[in-house]
């Protein structure tokens, strides 16, 4: 009888072999249970290569471990760990290389643990890495040849390093399908995530509209969010928020936060007693160390008054009709963070002027030189768009900010009083710097204004004479060694009575302390309050809005009314 031939006899495990391949990377490349997968692989492997036992260990990323993901033959061994670089297996991950035992009792490296599980005795084995580029992903091992001396050869290690490659290409494209699967239904999810919070925002009012809001997400899903909701008589309540946090999270609490506000707003009137409501229900059923800063208000376009409360928000931006601006800083921590928390109101008359409430997405936009684009880069951006009507505004600021590299969601909402003042300009406004060398001119504005409204002769000077006292009284004493600033006129008819509005923006004065001079001291912008009261019915000073200095109220009945 003939011995077989070698060499046939290697051919025809080298055909096998690629049969093999071909079979497990078809496998691999459609699968949809990988555990099946692996398990079919490694038992062909296990068979072509005559072993007794067989099993396909997988590297745990976090860990270092490796962790028998499927066994073949009589003594599975399936979910036993290896530490890092322990036994023959671990060898080979740490090594990315081959390993081949031919007697297991001379390798120190050999890991008796399989076979105090398994009860096998092992006397023979080969082990081969399962890598993808740089990444070793496991390796195959192969347990006591069935034919022969038990012992596997160079050939059987060679056989088994390219079925364990073939298989960690196998694994590696299956993982990344897993992957793009698993990221196409984020995607989808977040993509639906994003469709309920464009809901949830209110939809651009018919121009013009007084409030105008606007919201970019810097990812799918945003944190910020507006609202604009519609009182009675007339009133127009807002809010901009600002969730901590980013990614799924953060926009559930948007939108909790988002309709709990929708829904509180048409019953709580005032902002600080609404932002009280929402920081508890936030603070007893948030996730821990999340949180909300909102700023919150209600705008009546029949009186220009903004009252707002401002929960660890972003300071709100005072825009003045003289381009003046102020802040409103926030007196109270966010929403969710303390049980128990006073809100303050601030009512601020706005006076033809206007409010921009934003998100840190917007100050926090790094310009070219890797600063803060800050309050003073928003106001510059407000005082550049300032001749637009508020939704182009808002849009222009939100396009130009856009333009810089953004850290976050970027959120803007405007509040224009200027079209109440459309409908009811007054019969005069002007805004001059605080120098004499404008008093002429104001005096023959004020004069034909007065003439204009029903004053003649002495009254009508006694009207400009009140004005030009004023006027000298800010230049001489309220701006002072501060420089020049910028006074604001404002004169228009009430009933029967002429009302003038005298505003300048430097350091707020105590009214209280502002007494006539004596008789004697007369001299121009000396008389103060007693040459004003002399010729005015009344003359007060009441509180501006915040930071925006002193401002003066002085009557006149119209004569003949």
């Not at 390796?139 to 012992?151: I, Q």
């Not at 009254?459 to 309220?478: F, G, L, P, S, T």
Request: aromatic share 4%; charged share 25%; net charge negative.
């Amino acid at each position: 009888m003939e011995s077989p031939d070698p060499s046939a006899q290697a051919s025809e495990d080298y055909r096998e072999a690629f049969e093999l391949l071909a079979k497990m990377t078809q496998s691999f490349a459609t699968a949809m249970d990988v555990k099946t997968t692996l398990d079919a692989a490694l038992a062909s492997m296990t068979e072509l290569l005559e072993a007794d036992e067989g099993s396909l260990w997988l590297v745990e990323p976090e860990s270092g471990e490796v962790v028998c993901a499927a066994s073949v033959g009589l003594h599975p061994i399936d979910g036993l760990r290896l530490p890092p670089g322990q036994g023959i297996v671990g060898r080979s991950v740490r090594e990315c290389a081959c390993q081949k035992v031919l007697d297991v009792a001379e390798d120190p490296h050999f890991s008796s643990l399989a076979d105090e599980r398994s009860g096998v005795v092992t006397r023979s084995l080969i082990c081969s890495p399962m890598a993808f580029g740089d990444e070793v992903l496991g390796a195959v091992e192969m347990v006591n040849k069935r034919s022969g001396d038990g012992c596997f050869s160079e050939r059987d290690a060679h056989l088994l390093k390219v079925l364990a490659y073939s298989a960690g290409l196998g694994i590696a494209n299956t993982r990344l399908a897993s992957a793009k699967a698993e990221n196409e239904r984020v995607r989808h999810e977040m993509e639906l995530a994003a469709e309920i919070q464009r809901g949830l925002l209110p939809e651009a009012r018919p121009s013009p509209f007084p409030v105008y809001g606007i919201n970019i997400p810097a990812r799918t899903v945003s944190g910020d969010f507006f609202d604009i909701e519609l009182l009675e008589r007339g009133r127009i309540a807002f809010c901009l928020g600002d969730v901590s946090g980013k990614g799924m999270n953060a926009a559930l609490l948007m939108a909790k936060t988002a309709s709990l506000y929708r829904c509180l707003v048409k019953s709580i009137e005032k902002p600080g007693e609404l932002l009280e409501q929402l920081n508890a229900e936030i603070f007893e059923t948030s996730t821990r160390g999340m949180f909300v800063t909102m700023a919150a208000g209600v705008y009546d376009p029949a009186t220009g008054i903004a009252s707002i409360a401002n929960a660890g928000h972003e300071p709100p931006l005072h825009a003045t009709v003289c381009g003046q601006f102020a802040t409103i800083a926030a007196e109270a921590p966010p929403l969710g963070i303390l049980e128990d928390c006073d809100f303050l109101q601030v009512d601020l008359p706005l006076e033809g002027g206007s409010l921009i409430l934003c998100s840190d997405g917007v100050t926090e936009a790094l310009l070219d030189d890797g600063s803060y684009l800050g309050s003073d880069g928003l106001q510059n951006l407000a005082r550049r768009f300032s001749d637009l009507p508020l939704a182009e505004r808002i849009e222009a600021i939100a396009r130009e900010t856009g333009k810089l590299r953004l850290r976050d969601d970027l959120t803007l909402l405007g509040v224009s009083d200027a079209e109440r003042l459309i409908e009811s300009d007054p019969a005069m406004r002007l805004c001059f710097p605080a120098s004499a060398d404008q008093l002429s001119a104001v005096r023959k504005a004020v004069g034909e204004c007065a003439g204009a409204i029903g004053f003649a002769g002495e009254a009508a000077c006694d009207v400009v004479a009140a004005v030009d006292e004023a006027c000298q009284n800010i230049i001489r004493h309220a701006y002072g060694e501060e420089g020049m600033g910028e006074i604001e006129l404002e004169i228009d008819r009430d009933g029967d009575h002429l009302v003038i509005l005298l505003r300048d923006f430097a350091p707020p004065i105590d009214p209280s302390r502002v007494k006539p001079r004596e008789l004697s001291d007369l001299r121009p912008g000396g008389l103060g309050t007693f040459l004003m009261k002399e010729l005015m019915d009344s003359v007060e000073f009441i509180e501006p809005a915040p930071g925006c200095g002193n401002l003066l109220r002085m009557t006149k009945r119209i004569p003949g009314e």
